[in-house]
């Protein structure tokens, strides 16, 4: 392998209706609102000999111009082959992708170092983002070093729910505003869009951000090259469902490049206090009803309480039925066992929110799929 990044050209096409378009900055389609995915112009795929994960995995990501790429990424996260956990559970080929090793100790750096490539290379100034924590913590590390280092001017402002206030870190700089709302996560998300709207400012946009569900799906890749074979299975805890949705698109990008044999089966899993995209899918709901949704999401895992994903669960609801994957809720005693064994176990510090894909994947094997415990199955834990 070496390193060979070129540039690329990108067009923008709506999942919904087809259309094309070769936007600056397009979060949803703007005839039918749907979700935009980026298609570039490259014959076949490849991956670059760099310890960088931006570097390594260009031609997966939607960036076209090598040039303005930053000059630095992250590094690689270990792939733990968990053969004590999966014993005490009959799981022959059980993997854990430790995130926690990231700059600040979250998945959500990967999101991050891609996204703010994309602003760059689209000469954004200022974006709004809203965040239950890790990701405008991920944000705030990297935009402290892109301006310490004058590598380009970016400036964040953060709605904060006041709930989660404790929980956002490296926000102390002159280019990081702050907007502390007493209002819940979902509502969060609009005042976010108003304030972009009044202020000419760009919304990042979430899970309809490209750069943002390409990022994420960087610990995939990552795990797939570290494993040199395919996942059958891969659990991840989810709030909007970006980063599964992430793996979703870029596993189809491997799978037409013939580095993988087949999808692997995407099982989301939420917690049992707050799990609208589980009884939507129980209920065989292609959308999230208002039975579904929770008014005042609680619960251990604080990173993924988001009570109303109404505009990203039909996009999980196809991609988890494409692979004949689950949605799947775990109780408090099931996230306080798993963290517990990934503490005590294999020394991973993990919060609930990253115990929380665990305490589903053991889940899944006792309740749902006992014939498939020797299929290699990953999961990410986040952070």
Not at 270 to 280: L, R
Request: neutral net charge; hydrophobic residues 35%.
């Amino acid at each position: 392998m070496q390193l060979n990044i070129k540039e690329k050209e990108i067009v923008y096409k709506c999942y919904k209706c087809g259309k094309v378009s070769s936007s600056n900055f397009q979060l949803k389609c703007d005839s039918c609102g749907g979700l935009i995915k980026p298609i570039d112009n490259l014959k076949e795929y490849e991956i670059n000999c760099s310890a960088l994960d931006v570097e390594r995995y260009w031609d997966f990501l939607p960036l076209e111009k090598p040039e303005e790429r930053l000059p630095f990424g992250n590094r690689r996260t270990p792939l733990i082959h968990s053969v004590k956990i999966g014993d005490l559970f009959n799981i022959d080929n059980l993997f854990l992708k430790d995130e926690t090793k990231n700059n600040t100790r979250s998945t959500k750096d990967r999101m991050a170092i891609v996204a703010s490539n994309f602003m760059k290379e689209k000469k954004i100034e200022d974006f709004v983002v809203t965040s239950t924590g890790n990701s405008t913590s991920a944000f705030g590390y990297l935009l402290n070093r892109i301006e310490t280092e004058k590598i380009a001017h970016i400036r964040m402002h953060c709605i904060i729910p006041k709930e989660f206030k404790q929980r956002h870190r490296n926000l102390e700089s002159e280019n990081i505003s702050i907007y502390e709302v007493d209002d819940n996560f979902s509502n969060a998300h609009k005042i976010a869009r108003d304030l972009a709207n009044k202020n000419n400012f760009k919304y990042e946009g979430g899970f309809f951000n490209c750069a943002r569900r390409a990022g994420l799906s960087m610990a995939f890749l990552e795990a797939w090259e570290q494993l040199n074979s395919d996942f059958s299975f891969y659990f991840q805890a989810v709030s909007s469902g970006m980063g599964i949705y992430g793996v979703y698109e870029t596993a189809l990008k491997l799978k037409k490049s013939g580095y993988i044999k087949k999808l692997p089966k995407l099982v989301c899993i939420q917690q049992e206090s707050c799990n609208p995209m589980v009884k939507a899918f129980m209920d065989d709901s292609s959308v999230i009803l208002d039975k579904h949704k929770v008014d005042k999401p609680f619960g251990l895992a604080k990173a993924i309480l988001r009570g109303d994903p109404s505009e990203s669960y039909p996009y999980l609801y196809e991609a988890i039925n494409n692979t004949n994957g689950s949605f799947i809720s775990v109780s408090d005693s099931e996230i306080e066992e798993a963290r517990l064994l990934l503490n005590k176990v294999e020394n991973i510090g993990a919060t609930y929110d990253g115990a929380v894909a665990l305490a589903g994947a053991i889940k899944y094997f006792k309740e749902y799929n006992l014939e498939d415990k020797q299929e290699p199955a990953l999961v990410n834990i986040t952070g």
